[in-house]
């Protein structure tokens, strides 16, 4: 019972993100462009038009497939980038200890109390060139510190063990510490952390596009709601323009989300605890109504 509960969690949001991945992937291959111009503006979905057209005609859905490609790129850039920086701010100063780990801690602490949304409102107004990877490195900029810090306290508790402490006797490399005992074990809130930066760096991209800040030259959900907002989409009732990429961030968030559940319980031992006594008086309950 308690793996089904588990699994029906991991699937559904692996089943989102993966269908989103997909049209993402292969959507913008299948579509007219983005860029084109019909007559028909702000025309309602239709067979020509599946989501309908912009105020200036041009095809939601064409956009929506490359927005969603543009939006997923950020997202896996600024996953990657915030957790190179967690890692090595967390992992290795936590193994290496002394000044070192003090110097990366108090760093951390001090970009731990930085506001996050003001402060890449601040770094993105001061960027001239808004491509995808400056707007990537701002989004990782203010993603990192949080999840340093646990990997940090993971690292201290692990560096301790008895196995670790046995490879460090016996002459081994501390790179090869890291990777092959400390590492593996910190791989569950490794992904936790990847997850996490991929939703910050999904909403952190909309606000930053939706205020115009975003990627220049890039179709994202973010500059379709901008685009939508500045053409009075909902003042002229045009919900299918601004629907579509809402929907979107709502799905995808949702379907991370689901996935960095079932990841906290398969590391949480008291969400493992609380499920499992769960799972048994379902299975009391459930053997109860068949006895009577």
């Known amino acids: ?84 920086l967690s ?14 780990d003090e110097v990366f801690s108090l760093f951390t602490n001090v970009v731990l109390i930085l506001p996050g949304l003001p402060l890449m409102i601040v770094i993105g107004s001061y960027v001239q060139q808004k491509g995808i990877l400056l707007i990537s490195l701002v989004l990782a900029v203010t993603s990192w510190a949080a999840n340093a810090r646990v990997l940090r306290a993971q690292t201290l508790s692990l560096r301790n063990r008895d196995y670790v402490l046995a490879a460090r006797v016996a002459g081994e490399n501390p790179v090869r510490i890291i990777t092959v005992e400390i590492l593996p074990n910190l791989l569950p809130v490794m992904s936790s ?10 909403l952190g991209e909309a606000g930053l596009a939706f205020i115009g800040l975003g990627v220049v030259g890039t179709q994202t959900w973010g500059s379709m709601l901008a685009y939508a907002q500045n053409g009075q989409a909902l003042t002229l009732g045009g919900w299918w323009w ?12 949702m379907g991370l989300a689901l996935i960095n559940f079932a990841i906290d319980e398969v590391i949480n031992p008291r969400l493992r605890t609380q499920h499992l006594h769960r799972a048994k008086k379902l299975i009391k309950s459930s053997r109860r109504e068949v006895v009577a």
């Open 193 to 202: 952390s990847f997850v996490f930066a991929m939703i910050w760096a999904i």
């Open 242 to 253: 601004f629907g579509p990429p809402g929907a979107m961030i709502a799905l995808l968030g």
């Open 1 to 84: 019972m308690f793996r089904s509960y588990l699994n029906r969690k991991s699937v559904v949001g692996f089943a989102v993100v993966v269908l989103i991945f997909l049209f993402g992937i292969v959507g913008p291959f299948f579509v007219q462009d983005p860029l084109a111009i019909d007559n028909l503006g702000m025309a309602p979905p239709s067979p020509q038009h599946l989501l309908g057209t912009t105020q200036t005609g041009q095809d939601v859905f064409a956009q929506l497939a490359y927005a969603t490609r543009g939006s997923l790129i950020i997202g896996l850039l600024v996953g990657a980038m915030a957790l190179f």
């Open 87 to 100: 890692f090595l701010f967390g992992v290795l100063g936590g193994y290496a200890g002394g000044w070192l």
